[in-house]
């Protein structure tokens, strides 16, 4: 794109053509007008990593006179759009392919979507190099965060004192050790229920299969709708009008935070709202304020009773804690709105997700669902109900967790983009602010040069004997050790990842003590690991799966 003084000189001539009355000549000026715009257009293209990054290029040098530093390579993709290909279907794979090509890329690749300058690494040193520096501590905001009022919530806010707030609030009185140890026996209530709802399944069809997808995602939203709103659900049970309606929003949410919309990087398409991504979010947005506020009135009302004397022994959930915020922490009833939402919206599908992939692997590997079913017999006995707590000792099960992580990232490029606030230095090159950085978790998980045999599913990997298992845990995937980092790192790493990996734990470790998990036909097979890139990165085909229980037949 041309900067705003060359524009403003373009149509000035155009102007001063047309007033002069002269057709011809003012085809001329149109002629040579389009011309420089298709050369401006080939000279920006022309550049490593595509137009939006020539277009830097060129106005540095020119504008300010500065001198070209070394160029970060990368695909130039089409003139005007640049690489938008790359970012459709499975973007991580996508993306990781163009790395191949060139040993630098891996390191650090440059390529443009439409105006937007992008900067995306598949190594390790430089993921945490990136994430970990103060200059990538924002976050690019979409056209349909801003719509859905995500830049008011935890995972949009720019990084500064509201957004500091918003997290130390949610860590204290959700994510704490403490609060996650509190909310045990709820997850254990929503895991009997899944168990006897797939049971009466099971009992009352021909075929003893169930599509494991659907109690997983009720499940999730069951139990995040617990903490946040403090709505208790019965999955025994259809769901209830609230509950469809909620399951509505959180899913068209998913959809319209998940597509690539071509106006963010190329803004000139902004007005055409050709994707409908601006009229979705208008629609979305006033139920999402009917469905939230009547829920924060109807906490308003019984703080008031409470206040009264009349229910001081009521359970605190989250919409009680956003209610009693006092002084510079207090909230408005749009930002409460947005930040509870938000946590819905989080909470539900990257656990039912993750779940989904691990029990996909256990139906397809069959030897390791044995050692699995080992574990538990020997840690929680046949007889036993799993708890939360015996989930430490299953050393195994945490390995099969660990290794489902990395090779199926519910988050292959970290979910959510980093935006640079100042010029820095990554991986050795200038980054310019106002850059998109990536990280390609994916494709780091998948290099044979990090991850011996990356598509092996191995949990073993994750088991060190001898005195070495005892000093350390072994990649740790919290953030610290990059090689396998599914919930980022740096300040604006998931602060839902503990609570994230107690519910999975928990929930598989029931899930497969309570059934043997087999395939859809006797035959064995018919288990299909095509993904398909949303927000997160599903099974594009839900898992189908014979369920058998098991504790009846030890
Ligand atoms: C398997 C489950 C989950 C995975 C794989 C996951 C992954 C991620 C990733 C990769 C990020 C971006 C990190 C970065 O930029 O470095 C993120 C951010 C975030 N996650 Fe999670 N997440 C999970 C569960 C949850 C849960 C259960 C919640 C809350 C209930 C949650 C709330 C958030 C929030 C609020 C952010 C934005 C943080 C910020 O920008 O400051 N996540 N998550």
């Known amino acids: 794109m041309a900067p705003p003084t060359e524009d403003c000189g373009w149509l000035l001539y155009l102007s001063l053509a047309a007033k002069c009355g002269d057709p011809h000549r003012l085809l001329g000026f149109a002629a040579v007008f389009v011309v420089a715009c298709v050369v401006t257009s080939l000279l920006h293209w022309a550049s490593p990593g595509g137009p939006a990054w020539g277009w830097y290029w060129w106005t540095r040098r020119a504008g300010l006179g500065i001198v070209r530093t070394a160029a970060i390579p990368g695909p130039r993709g089409l003139p005007v759009v640049g690489s938008m290909a790359l970012m459709t279907g499975l973007a991580h794979r996508k993306l990781a392919a163009a790395a191949e090509t060139q040993a630098s890329r891996r390191r650090l690749m440059a390529f443009s979507l439409g105006e937007t300058r992008v900067v995306v690494t598949a190594d390790p040193d430089v993921a945490r190099e990136l994430l970990a520096s103060a200059a990538f501590a924002d976050r690019p905001v979409k056209e349909s965060a801003y719509g859905l009022l995500f830049h008011r919530a935890i995972g949009f806010a720019p990084h500064g004192a509201y957004w500091r707030a918003l997290r130390r609030v949610a860590s204290a009185h959700l994510f704490s050790p403490r609060q996650i140890a509190a909310s045990a026996a709820q997850r254990a209530v929503i895991a009997r229920q899944m168990v006897d709802a797939m049971t009466v399944t099971t009992t009352t069809t021909a075929a003893p299969v169930v599509v494991a997808r659907r109690f997983l995602k009720r499940a999730s939203l069951h139990n995040v709708m617990w903490s946040v709103f403090g709505c208790r659900y019965d999955l025994l049970t259809a769901d209830s009008e609230e509950a469809a309606e909620l399951k509505a929003l959180v899913d068209e949410g998913y959809d319209l935070l998940g597509q ?39 906490h308003r009302a019984r703080h008031g009773l409470a206040l009264g004397g009349d229910d001081t022994t009521a359970v605190m959930d989250f919409t009680d804690v956003l209610l009693s915020l006092q002084g510079d922490d207090k909230l408005s009833d749009a930002d409460m709105i947005a930040v509870l939402w938000e946590m819905i919206f989080r909470g539900t599908d990257t656990v039912a997700v993750l779940i989904e992939w691990v029990l996909a692997r256990l139906v397809l590997h069959q030897d390791v669902q044995s050692k699995v079913h080992d574990e538990l017999d020997r840690v929680v006995g046949p007889g036993q109900a799993v708890t939360e707590s015996d989930t430490a000792s299953l050393m195994y099960l945490q390995a099969v967790i660990k290794e489902v992580l990395r090779l199926h990232p519910p988050g292959p490029l970290l979910s959510w983009a980093r935006l640079a606030t100042s010029d820095v230095h990554v991986g050795g090159h200038l980054v310019p602010a106002g850059t998109t950085a990536m990280v390609n978790m994916w494709a780091i998980t998948h290099d044979p040069s990090v991850w011996p045999e990356p598509t092996e599913f191995r949990p073993e990997r994750f088991i060190v004997m001898g005195p070495a298992a005892a000093a350390e845990d072994v990649v740790p995937i919290m953030g610290s050790d990059l090689r396998l980092a599914p919930f980022g790192s740096g300040r604006r790493s998931c602060p839902g990842k503990s609570l994230a990996v107690a519910t999975v734990g928990f929930w598989v470790a029931t899930l497969l003590h309570e059934f043997k998990w087999l395939p859809p036909s006797r035959g064995g097979g018919g288990v299909d690991l095509s993904e398909v890139l949303r927000l997160s990165c599903e099974m594009a085909a839900p898992l189908e799966a014979r369920v058998v229980p098991r504790r009846d037949a030890v």
């Open 260 to 298: 690539l919309n071509w106006s963010d990087h190329l803004p000139w398409l902004a007005r055409f709202d050709l994707q409908k991504t601006r009229a979705r979010c208008s629609a979305l947005v006033p139920r999402v304020n009917r469905f939230v506020g009547d829920i924060i009135d109807e």
